[in-house]
C-alpha cells in the first residue's frame, strides 16, 4: 500500500513502515495527482483535504495530526467512507506552556508586574484548561468565555466576552468555526480590540482567521497602547510583516511545537490506523524523545509561586529565541517571507516541554513547589 506523508510529520515513515510504501511531500504542496494510488493520507494543518483532493483516489483512511479540523471536509469524507483520525490535545502542554512563556517575557521587556493580574481565557477545552491551571498555579485569577461548555454545563463559572475584554491578560484557545451555534471566524472583532484597556496583553494561537488582524494592526499603530503576542497569522505563511513589526512578540505558528507535541501526534494517528486496520501497536512515540541539552534546573529560597516559574520556565523554553528568528525573516527584503516561514517550521529547532526537567529546590515553599508540579517540572 502506498502512503503519503507530509514530510514534516516527525518520525512518520519509522511509525507507519510496517503497512506499505510511504512517500513524504511538501504538505502545502499536495495534489490529486500526488494521492490518486495512496492507501493512507498523513498531514498536517497546511494541507485542505476535500473533494477536489480526494475524489477518484484510493484513499480509506486520512490522519491529521492537527487538533482543529477547519482544514478537512468531515462531511464528504463521511460520505465516501473514508476514515479520518486527529489528534485532539497532542500539543496542548505545548502551546499552555507557550502562552506562560510569552506572557513572562512580555512583562520582563516592558517591565509589567504581573502579580494581581487577571486572565481572561476564550475557550477552555484541551489547551484552554491547562493554561488555567498553570496560571492560577501561578497564584493568578482566571476568567473563562467557553459558551458550548457554559451550555453544555450551566453558566456557572462562566464570563461573557465584555467581561473578557476587562482582563489584563487575554488569550485565545478556540477552533475555527464559521458556521453553527458558536462561530468564531474574525471573532476578535474591531469592536473587541477598540475596546481593550491600555496594556492589555493579547495573546493569539489558535487560528489567524479569529482575529480581525487589521483592526488590531490598526490599534498597534495609532495608539501602540496594548500588548499583541502572535503566533498564528492569516494567510499564512504570506503573513503581515507590518503587524509582526508591532507585535510585542511574534512566532511562526510554533506554540505547539513542542518535540513531546509533534511526536505525541504521529504516535496517536499511528495508533488510530492500527485500531482500524487492527494490528497490534508495536510503535511508540516517547521512545523517540531526546533528552534536553540541560535536564536539570536550580532553584533555592523561592517563596512566590509566580517567582518560581518565571525562574525556570523561561529556561525550559526561552521564546525570544522564536520571536528573533521571524523578525530576522520579515527584516531580510531577499527573504521571501513565504517561503522563510514555512523554513522556520520545518527547521524548528527541539524543544522539551516541562515534563523532561528536574528541578533540584531547596528551601521553597509549598505553594512554589505546587506551581512547578502544575508545570509537569520534576522535583528532587
Not at 491578560?169 to 468564531?184: C, M, S, W
Request: charged share 20%; hydrophobic share 40%; proline share 4%.
Amino acid at each position: 500500500m502506498l502512503i503519503i506523508a507530509d514530510e514534516n510529520i516527525p518520525a512518520v515513515t519509522e511509525a507507519f513502515a510496517a503497512f506499505g510504501q510511504i512517500q513524504t511531500l511538501q504538505g502545502r504542496k499536495m495534489q490529486a495527482t500526488d494521492i490518486r494510488q495512496a492507501g493512507l493520507l498523513l498531514i498536517r494543518s497546511v494541507t485542505r483535504v476535500n473533494r477536489q483532493l480526494l475524489d477518484g483516489s484510493q484513499v480509506q483512511f486520512v490522519g491529521s495530526t492537527t487538533i482543529g479540523t477547519d482544514h478537512i471536509d468531515l462531511s464528504w469524507l463521511r460520505s465516501k467512507d473514508i476514515a479520518f483520525a486527529n489528534a485532539p490535545g497532542c500539543n496542548a502542554v505545548s502551546a499552555a506552556e507557550y502562552v506562560i512563556a510569552a506572557v513572562l517575557r512580555c512583562a520582563s521587556d516592558r517591565r509589567l508586574e504581573l502579580a494581581h493580574k487577571t486572565i481572561g481565557i476564550i475557550g477552555c477545552g484541551n489547551v484552554g484548561s491547562r493554561v488555567q491551571a498553570r496560571f492560577q498555579a501561578m497564584g493568578l485569577q482566571c476568567h473563562i468565555c467557553d459558551p458550548p461548555r457554559a451550555e453544555r454545563e450551566g453558566n456557572t463559572g462562566f464570563v461573557d466576552m465584555q467581561t473578557i475584554a476587562t482582563a489584563d491578560i487575554i488569550t485565545i484557545h478556540v477552533p475555527l468555526e464559521k458556521k453553527g451555534r458558536h462561530p468564531t471566524h474574525r471573532m476578535i472583532d474591531k469592536a473587541f480590540i477598540d475596546s481593550l484597556p491600555s496594556g492589555t496583553i493579547l495573546i493569539n494561537t489558535s487560528r489567524g482567521d479569529i482575529m480581525d488582524e487589521k483592526a488590531l494592526k490598526k490599534r498597534l499603530l495609532e495608539h501602540n497602547d496594548i500588548h499583541a503576542i502572535l503566533d498564528v497569522w492569516q494567510n499564512e505563511p504570506d503573513i503581515d510583516a507590518g503587524l509582526a513589526a508591532k507585535a510585542a512578540i511574534a512566532t511562526p505558528h510554533i506554540a505547539g511545537y513542542s518535540m513531546d507535541g509533534k511526536l505525541r501526534a504521529t504516535g496517536l494517528i499511528y495508533e488510530a490506523w492500527c485500531r482500524l486496520s487492527h494490528a497490534a501497536p508495536t510503535w511508540d512515540y516517547r521512545q523517540k524523545l531526546p533528552d534536553p541539552p540541560q535536564q536539570q534546573l536550580n532553584l533555592h529560597n523561592i517563596a512566590s509561586p509566580l517567582q518560581a516559574i518565571a525562574a525556570t520556565l523561561p529556561a525550559a523554553y526561552d521564546i525570544s529565541h522564536d520571536d528573533h528568528n521571524l523578525r530576522n525573516l520579515l527584516s531580510d527584503p531577499d527573504k521571501d517571507t513565504a517561503t522563510g516561514f514555512d523554513q522556520l517550521r520545518k527547521n524548528y529547532r527541539i524543544r522539551r516541554e516541562c515534563a523532561a526537567y528536574r528541578i533540584a529546590g531547596r528551601n521553597l515553599s509549598e505553594t512554589a513547589v505546587s506551581a512547578l508540579s502544575a508545570f509537569d517540572f520534576a522535583i528532587t
